[in-house]
């Protein structure tokens, strides 16, 4: 057992005091209090893990104590003791949340196999919070990927409401991000240590759905073989992320927007009425707004949905985020795959003024290919190319930022003068990589002084943007 937990023993006998304190101290960090009074400022206090609480104690009884605990929230795992073995009593004290109960005279080692248990349980838990953690680091503003104005305006929304309970309708193209964005708001927000959840309304079965969300008692449709909990009553206390919510039938929609106004439901097939606080962030890649007018979505839903309003630009409208996104999923896949793969600046320029059709999502599967299929430790225009007229020869391609467009001569063919050429690609290779003399120079092949030189004979003036 670990010695890092804390066990606060609380008892008015002496000599159970004296008993628990030899059986756990080789083990834990041992309390003990006579008084039920004392317990709540001892837990507050000291931070303890485990409570082994007798029922009749001075000051405040067991069960009050027990109360206190559960209205309070307060984090530890009670073991109840008792003289009594009242029946009524033991259920009282489970519904008030202790993890078990237990009557004198009792076993020693039942007692030390039922706080072996607990501590089984705590590692998991602790386990559960780190990875929470880990996962939740991903997604804070300052990680999520993004430095345009459009990005900076959103994320500056999305803090001054994070922490309240507002809906947030997120609308855009598929392939944006919508979801990052809501993993984002979950786990900024005060709800990051509940459940985040989602559901993609566009890829469940209509008659299927209900159940997704709410759950569904056992036999209530064949097939319905067990009771199952929904997605509501999952992340309750968290956030629940709809996606594609402009699928949702009518009466669908009339359920859902009884659970935004009431804060309660009832699983499919059953009337026992469940209380939830589950925040809702919801997204579309349709006009929610003409389907308002084609009464094909909900008014009343559609404003409820609508408190906190987020659109996700195309990819193409935000070029200054498309090199982030290539270095963040080269690293991703680079590590993935075991390689060490890098684009060269002229392919790295093409894939910046690409047009994109499928946002981030294509552009992730395009970097994800290269790093799987590349036979090179460089990838050059070429290769990008190819790639991308293999993988949909129709596709549109660099539009007005075309690398060879505007590399070479301006419009019109008129001749330009080397000097004017060089100055053009030092500075599109600069505002490329966010004005960083070092990340040029390298991918340029060149030395930081050079590019001091050239900023100097050329007349360019670094102007630094703000990274998030």
Sequence with gaps: MDEEYKILVADDEAGIRDLLRDLLSGSFNVDTVERGDEVLDRIARDRHDILILDLQLPGMNGIDVLRVISEKKVRVVVVVITASNNVETAITAMKLGAYDYIVKPFDAEKFLVIVKNIVERLELEREVDTLREQVGEKFRFVNVIGKSQAMLKIFSTLERVIDTDSTILISGDSGTGKEIIAKAVHYNSNRKQYPFRSLDCSTIP????????????KGAFTGAVSRKIGKFEVSSKGTLFLDEIGNLSIDMQAKLLRVLQEKEFERVGGNQIIKVNTRIVAATNRDLRELVKQNRFRED?????????????????????????????????????????????????FLTNYQW????????????????????????????????????????????????????????????????????????????????????????????????????????????????
């Design 206 to 217: 209509r008659d299927l759905i209900g159940s997704e969300l709410f759950g569904h008692e």
């Design 301 to 349: 839903l559609y404003y409820r949905l609508n408190v906190v309003p987020v659109y996700l630009p195309l990819l193409k409208e935000r070029k200054e985020d498309i090199p982030l996104f290539i270095d963040h999923f080269l690293k991703k896949y680079n590590t993935e795959f075991g390689r060490s793969l890098n684009i060269d600046i002229k392919a790295r320029m």
């Design 357 to 468: 059709p499928g946002n981030v999502r294509q552009l992730e599967n395009v970097i994800k290919r290269l790093v799987l299929l590349s036979t090179e430790k460089v990838v050059g225009p070429d290769q990008v190319k190819a790639l991308l007229e293999f993988e949909d020869p129709a596709a549109p391609g660099p539009g007005d930022g075309d690398l060879e467009a505007q590399g070479t001569l301006p419009a019109g063919g008129d001749i330009v003068s080397m000097d004017e050429m060089e100055k053009a690609y030092l500075e599109r290779a600069l505002e490329h990589f966010d004005f960083n003399i070092s990340s040029t120079a390298k991918a340029l092949k060149i030395s930081r002084k050079t590019i001091h030189n050239k900023l100097k004979r050329y007349g360019i003036v670094i102007h630094k943007t703000t990274v998030v």
